[in-house]
């Protein structure tokens, strides 16, 4: 990955710019120590963009500077930027190797919830990278189901450990209530969901597959052929993940990383009208970084 070590190394950087409190009306917002640089920017940048999301944050990873903030601690629901954490749990519990039998369960979690699902069938055996693709591209909530029923081991204890990762990494309003994102009592915060964003691709197997356009598993034995297909149409602009989500108590969700001018920027939009729109949404502040970086001297 072009700026997996980037990522890693700056997650810290990102968690100390979450850490500043916001306004809740959207205007970019810097940090208070960046120097007198990052003032100067903040000074003479333009108007910012039009965002429909309902929160929304951007942060400058490389320095810490937060670039924009809308309602970014307001807690709700995230949809299926919930599995974002799934997997980050389960590469800190499961070998790549290891290899998860699908049940009847895990088919009949997502086809009763009307979740998107990976296509999995009872008596498969596919590996946990493999489940792991599944997870992220597709947005597999049959996967989803499998991984936490094998390493939690069971659903209830699965979210358990999500929710003390999320303590561990300092997501303050953030609770999980299930490892998928189907409705539920469970929230998040902008905010919070871009410092997960910035551990997680400092995994560098989540961040292989996060930037992967599609997956291809090839028939044996043990399981039938799949093809997954990344369902983050934001790859196309240079992005380098993450998550897409959706229900209609969440609305349109996404959590994205790229890369311009040899900083590394993560996004959070939440609550977004349609698909399309979350797309717009995120182009807009891209462009708008872009025209920010042309501006300086």
Same mark, same amino acid.
């Given at each position: 990955?072009?700026?997996?070590?980037? &990522?890693?190394?700056?997650?810290?950087?990102?968690?100390?710019?979450?850490?500043?409190?916001?306004?809740?009306? $959207? %205007?970019?917002?810097?940090?208070?120590?960046? #120097?007198?640089?990052?003032?100067?920017?903040?000074?003479?940048?333009?108007?910012?963009?039009?965002?429909?999301?309902?929160?929304?944050?951007?942060? /400058?990873?490389?320095?810490?500077? &937060?670039?924009?903030?809308?309602?970014?601690?307001?807690?709700?629901?995230?949809?299926?930027?919930?599995?974002?954490?799934?997997?980050?749990?389960?590469?800190?519990?499961?070998?790549?190797?290891?290899?998860?039998? &699908?049940?009847?369960? @895990?088919?009949?979690? $997502?086809?009763?919830?009307?979740?998107?699902?990976? #296509?999995?069938?009872?008596?498969? =055996?596919?590996?946990?990278? @493999?489940?792991?693709?599944?997870?992220?591209?597709?947005?597999?909530?049959?996967?989803?189901?499998?991984?936490?029923?094998?390493?939690?081991?069971?659903?209830?204890?699965?979210?358990?450990?999500?929710?003390?990762?999320?303590? %561990?990494?300092?997501?303050? /309003?953030? =609770?999980?209530?299930?490892?998928?994102?189907?409705?539920?009592? #469970?929230?998040?915060?902008?905010?919070?969901?871009?410092?997960?964003?910035?551990?997680?691709?400092? @995994?560098?197997?989540?961040?292989?597959?996060?930037?992967?356009?599609?997956?291809?598993?090839?028939?044996?034995?043990?399981?039938?052929?799949?093809?997954?297909?990344?369902?983050?149409?934001?790859?196309? @602009?240079?992005?380098?993940?993450?998550?897409?989500?959706?229900?209609?108590?969440?609305?349109?969700?996404?959590?994205?990383?790229?890369?311009?001018? /040899?900083?590394?920027?993560?996004?959070?939009?939440?609550?977004?009208?349609?698909? =399309?729109?979350?797309?717009?949404?995120? =182009?807009?502040?891209?462009?708008? &970084? /872009?025209?920010?970086?042309?501006?300086?001297?």
């Amino acid at each position: 990955m072009r700026n997996g070590v980037l &990522i890693a190394l700056t997650a810290a950087a990102l968690v100390t710019a979450g850490a500043v409190a916001a306004p809740a009306d $959207a %205007r970019p917002v810097s940090a208070a120590h960046s #120097g007198t640089a990052h003032a100067a920017r903040s000074s003479a940048r333009s108007a910012a963009p039009s965002v429909t999301a309902s929160e929304a944050y951007l942060v /400058d990873v490389t320095t810490g500077t &937060i670039q924009f903030a809308k309602r970014e601690t307001r807690r709700v629901p995230v949809a299926s930027l919930t599995k974002v954490m799934t997997a980050y749990v389960v590469r800190r519990r499961a070998r790549l190797d290891d290899v998860v039998t &699908i049940t009847k369960a @895990d088919v009949k979690h $997502a086809l009763a919830g009307g979740a998107s699902a990976a #296509g999995l069938r009872a008596g498969e =055996r596919l590996t946990v990278r @493999d489940l792991l693709y599944a997870l992220m591209l597709p947005s597999g909530a049959d996967a989803a189901h499998a991984l936490a029923e094998r390493y939690g081991p069971g659903t209830a204890k699965f979210v358990a450990q999500m929710n003390d990762t999320a303590k %561990r990494l300092g997501l303050r /309003d953030t =609770r999980y209530a299930n490892p998928d994102g189907l409705p539920s009592k #469970g929230y998040s915060t902008a905010r919070d969901q871009a410092t997960l964003a910035v551990a997680a691709l400092g @995994d560098p197997v989540i961040a292989t597959v996060a930037r992967s356009p599609k997956r291809a598993v090839t028939k044996s034995r043990l399981h039938r052929a799949h093809v997954w297909r990344n369902t983050n149409d934001l790859l196309k @602009d240079g992005a380098v993940g993450l998550k897409t989500g959706y229900t209609r108590q969440a609305g349109y969700c996404l959590s994205f990383a790229v890369t311009r001018d /040899d900083r590394t920027y993560v996004g959070v939009l939440l609550g977004e009208r349609s698909e =399309r729109a979350r797309y717009t949404t995120a =182009r807009r502040l891209l462009d708008w &970084i /872009d025209e920010e970086g042309l501006a300086l001297p």
